[in-house]
């Protein structure tokens, strides 16, 4: 019999863990349902119908997925799409080697702004999660 003792990944987990904000979803909707609807990227990948009404489409967890679209390029976004928040932030490997922790705190806080997100400097903190998929 063979006993491993290294790291053991098992594929019906999935975690992360960035610098940023939990939010509720329902806060991130009020907040961020009109650039989501304007997003370039989104409305590039919604059929003929989604083109028509957004709304419909951007219901419960599946607005996560949305949201995931059309910031992808400058923020990271996380959450379990069995629970009623999202992550919003920069995940530890975008964390450059010469960069102090401030500085981290900086640039999140920018590509927070930079979404349409208003945060103190002070309310980012490490965000981590975990949960299994099945």
Wanted: aromatic residues 10%; glycine residues 6%; proline residues 1%.
């Amino acid at each position: 019999m063979k006993v491993r003792m290294g790291f053991v990944s098992n594929s019906s987990s999935s975690s992360f863990m960035i610098m940023g904000i939990c939010m509720e979803l329902d806060e991130a909707k009020e907040i961020l349902l009109e650039k989501v609807m304007t997003s370039e990227k989104v409305q590039k990948r919604c059929d003929v119908h989604c083109k028509e009404d957004l709304k419909p489409y951007l219901k419960g967890n599946r607005f996560r997925s949305v949201l995931n679209e059309a910031f992808s390029d400058d923020m990271d976004v996380e959450g379990s799409y069995e629970d009623d928040y999202v992550y919003f932030g920069l995940s530890v490997y975008k964390m450059k080697d010469d960069e102090t922790l401030r500085e981290f705190k900086e640039r999140v806080q920018k590509q927070l702004e930079k979404i349409g997100i208003k945060s103190d400097i002070k309310s980012l903190d490490w965000q981590e999660d975990c949960w299994q998929d099945g």
